[in-house]
């Protein structure tokens, strides 16, 4: 007698590659209105999602007993209520790898933007104005401060080396040789980080020691005109504080690429806000992220359906 397909749901954006495998039904439909999730969910053995589907304990109640695998186009986790679904024995994958070079790309893209004033000189010359006088910052010799030197990190690291600038990195977890190796020098604590740095990246996880890590304290601690850039997760950097630290003119600049809210209200306080550029969580998007997220992480949920978890975990 020939087996039920295992039938996989993609319900957000990326690209899925060949959905034709053997054995598995593969709908994809990117951004799938959440109530049309949560209906059709019942009907599948595996999710995946990128960061825009919340998988909480509503999606996960209404996923019913045939859920067995969530996958997470992607490296972070924290839009999946982890504890929840541990709880209804489901295995959660990511795919740590695919789109570490684009995270790392934009975030050096923000702090070049910021330096140079990019998001000031387009809406000005787009309003009218031809305005020459704005003076922006060199990078050569300057020092970046990284706050996380995992897979994005160690990347923006090596690509603001060949801009010649200095890197220094504070992340408690990674060994000795590590910043040795990436010849990135280690700040013992996060504000002599902060003290020594002329612009600021983070590239950690959103997790309870990291949500709201640098706020008006740790932002008063950087040297006046530093640069300030968010392309890892909404709230690492305090919105508010990072605001203020833009209009009082302690900050240079800043870039961000996420919110703690996605997408944020049309009234967000960045909106608003002086010297800031944005951009709408781009961090994983590009052609080349998403055709290896898809492929990595389609083959990862494939794989344990089949009971292969080794590898796929
Ligand atoms: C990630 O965690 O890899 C990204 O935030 C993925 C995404 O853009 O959805």
Redesign the pocket.
């Known amino acids: 007698m020939e087996r039920t397909p295992f039938r996989v749901l993609i319900c957000?954006e990326m690209n899925p590659g060949n959905l034709d495998h053997e054995g598995f039904q593969i709908d994809y439909q990117g951004n799938m209105d959440r109530a049309e999730t949560l209906r059709r969910l019942p009907e599948y053995d595996a999710l995946i999602t990128?960061?825009?589907t919340k998988v909480d304990r509503e999606l996960i109640d209404a996923a019913g007993p045939r859920l067995k695998v969530i996958g997470r186009?992607?490296?972070?986790v924290d839009n999946i209520d982890l504890e929840y679904a541990s709880l209804r024995g489901l295995l959660i994958l990511n795919a740590p790898e695919s789109?570490n070079v684009s995270?790392a790309e934009l975030a050096v893209m923000h702090l070049m933007a910021a330096a140079r004033g990019l998001t000031r000189s387009d809406s000005k010359t787009r309003a009218g104005t031809w305005d020459r006088k704005f003076l922006g910052l060199e990078l050569k010799d300057k020092t970046l401060g990284i706050i996380g030197l995992g897979r994005i990190g160690s990347i923006v690291a090596d690509r603001a080396q060949g801009l010649r600038m200095k890197v220094v990195a504070y992340d408690p977890y990674v060994p000795e040789t590590k910043f040795e190796r990436l010849g990135v020098e280690r700040a013992e604590s996060l504000p002599e980080l902060l003290g020594r740095v002329d612009a600021l990246t983070v590239h950690t996880p959103a997790t309870e020691e990291t949500i709201g890590m640098i706020g008006q304290r740790e932002l008063a601690l950087l040297k006046k005109d530093a640069i300030v850039v968010n392309a890892a997760r909404g709230g690492i950097i305090e919105e508010a504080a990072l605001v203020e630290a833009l209009k009082s003119g302690h900050l240079f600049a800043a870039g961000v690429d996420v919110f703690v809210d996605e997408p944020p209200s049309p009234d967000h306080i960045f909106l608003q806000a002086p010297n800031l550029g944005i951009t709408a969580?781009l961090?994983?998007?590009t052609r080349e992220a998403q055709e290896r997220v898809g492929a990595e992480i389609v083959s990862r949920v494939l794989d344990a359906l089949q009971g292969d978890v080794s590898k796929g975990a």
């Open positions: 957000d990128r960061s825009r186009g992607g490296v972070g789109n995270a969580h961090g994983a998007n």
